[in-house]
């Protein structure tokens, strides 16, 4: 069964927006990021049968062409350039479970 991780922070500016997701105990090279304009899901392989993933629906869309996602030994670090400047109140969508 797979382990949905919520250990993360974010911050922003008027143009920008930057997520941190530590890796503890997880070899970078067992990441996988996808992502598009609105979209963010990263899934970790522990072992051979765990699964742990990190999902976003972004409150808006941002300039994936422009955008940076980095992973070290220790964290991933997504930098996210706004489609449009200004200040998101949150970081996810309001999304029913339908949509989620």
Avoid at 17 to 34: A, E, M, Q, W, Y
Avoid at 70 to 76: F, K, L, M, R, V
């Amino acid at each position: 069964m797979p382990i949905v991780v919520d250990d993360y922070t974010w911050r922003q500016t008027d143009n920008m927006v930057v997520i941190r997701v530590p890796l503890k105990g997880v070899s970078r090279n067992k990441v996988d990021v996808f992502s598009d304009d609105i979209y963010i899901k990263v899934t970790f392989y522990v072992l051979i049968i765990n699964l742990i993933y990190l999902k976003f629906f972004l409150s808006s869309s941002v300039n994936e062409g422009k955008s940076e996602c980095t992973i070290s030994e220790d964290e991933i670090v997504f930098q996210l350039h706004k489609m449009e400047n200004g200040t998101w109140e949150k970081l996810e969508a309001d999304l029913s479970k339908e949509e989620n």
